[in-house]
Each structure stands twice: as structure tokens, then as C-alpha cells.
């Protein structure tokens, strides 16, 4: 059974670096049909979808977060991460990593199938 | 980018009934590439459906999804207490952002 856990700060102070890390655990990261995910959500908002990662390094970003977004894959350690710099109130939210299928004929992604459980990540002084 | 927006906002309704939740896209998505969630408070999205039409495993076939272009539609046929949640339409394909519409609430009358 394919599993996804977000770790990192739950507090960021205004103007620095969010930084967060999902481990997969029961499937690789180096998998060609998948492509990993972060998904965050506001408290009371809806879903919005940062940016996703290939194992290959291979990125696409939301072009509303794209100038403060980084994403990066740990094959070693079966982990990616995110990066989100210059942070603001705007910013605090559930972070969500998950697992979206990738159909390497067509270069499209499908649906995400795993999620990680959230990280609450609230930016405040 | 794509708006998804979903309707209605809530919906109020009593275990047995029916349930109709629906998602429109500003512009014309593959079914391919439409999919649902189910979110309950405090956990992570479930999938429910994928390909606009296919049930996820494990989901339970009071479950339906259709629809097509512009117009996509989740059916629950007879609600059961545990699916009071709310529910997301997300598409995906080809050109990012992938974006979800804001979620339809369904609660308990």
C-alpha cells in the first residue's frame, strides 16, 4: 500500500521560506508512471494545485506561484519536496503532497490516486 | 487557465435521497481528465471518480459520475450517513494549472 507523509515546520515567519518534504513509503519515486504532487488548501477554502515533479526532475508549476516555487526529488531517499519562498499570511494553509498517474504516450497526467494526510503550515511572526 | 466552477455551493438533503452535484469548465476538457474527491473534515481527499465516469477502487457503485465537454456531473443515488462531505471536481491532462473548483458541501438535512 502506497503511503505519502508531509514533514516540516508548522510555524514560518513572514517573508521566509516555506519548506516541506513527502516520503513515499510502498512505491519508488523513480516510478515513470507517476508524477508527484504538492496541493494546498486554505482553511475554509477550496483546493489549489502548486506544482508537480517527475522523478526525472522534470517540473510545472502553478503560474500564480511559479516566481516563489521550487521542487525538488530525493531518489535515494524516496522523497521530494517543496520550497515556497517570500511567504505571507496568504500562504497559511493544509500543504498536501500526493501521487498523480502519468501516461508517458500521451505526456498527460490523469488523477491523483494517493495523498498524504496535510501539514498545517501557518505563517505568522 | 481553466475555471472549474461547481454548483450548488450546498446542498442540503436527508439520508435515502438522491444527490446531484455539478461542475462546469470555462472551456471544453477532455472526460478523460476530470476527476472527483470526496474531503471529509480533517482528512485528505479520497478519489472518487476518474475519466469523468470511472469509479476509483473501493468506491461504492451509489457512486456515478457523467458528462462531457463543459458539463460533468457527480450522482450519489441514495446517500448514506458517511457521504455528508465535500465534494471537488480537479481536471488534468496536458496543460497545467491543474485546477479544482471549489467544492460543493453536502449536508445533512
Known amino acids: 500500500q502506497v503511503q505519502l507523509q508531509e514533514s516540516g515546520p508548522g510555524l514560518v515567519k513572514p517573508s521566509e521560506t516555506l519548506s516541506l518534504t513527502c516520503t513515499v513509503s510502498?512505491?519508488?519515486?523513480?516510478?515513470?508512471?507517476?508524477?508527484w504532487n504538492w496541493i494546498r488548501q486554505p482553511p475554509g477554502k477550496g483546493l489549489e494545485w502548486i506544482g508537480h515533479i517527475f522523478y526525472s526532475g522534470s517540473t510545472n508549476y502553478n503560474p500564480s506561484l511559479k516566481s516563489r516555487v521550487t521542487m525538488s526529488v530525493d531518489t535515494s531517499k524516496n522523497q521530494f519536496s517543496l520550497k515556497l519562498d517570500s511567504v505571507t499570511a496568504a500562504d497559511t494553509a493544509v500543504y498536501y503532497c500526493a501521487r498523480t498517474i502519468y501516461d508517458i504516450l500521451t505526456g498527460y497526467t490523469y488523477y491523483s490516486d494517493y495523498w498524504g494526510q496535510g501539514t498545517l503550515v501557518t505563517v505568522s511572526s | 487557465d481553466i475555471v472549474l466552477t461547481q454548483s450548488p455551493g450546498t446542498l442540503s438533503l436527508s439520508p435515502g435521497e438522491r444527490a446531484t452535484l455539478s461542475c462546469r469548465a470555462s472551456q471544453s476538457v477532455s472526460s478523460s481528465y476530470l476527476a472527483w474527491y470526496q474531503q471529509k473534515l480533517g482528512q485528505a481527499p479520497r478519489l472518487l471518480i476518474y475519466?469523468?465516469?470511472s469509479r476509483a477502487t473501493g468506491i461504492p457503485d451509489r457512486f456515478s459520475g457523467s458528462g462531457s465537454e463543459t458539463d460533468f456531473t457527480l450522482t450519489i443515488s441514495r446517500l448514506e450517513p458517511e457521504d455528508f462531505a465535500v465534494y471537488s471536481c480537479q481536471h488534468y491532462g496536458a496543460s497545467p494549472p491543474y485546477t479544482f473548483g471549489q467544492g460543493t458541501k453536502l449536508e445533512i438535512k
Open positions: 475519466g469523468a465516469s
Open positions: 510502498g512505491g519508488s519515486v523513480t516510478s515513470g508512471f507517476y508524477y
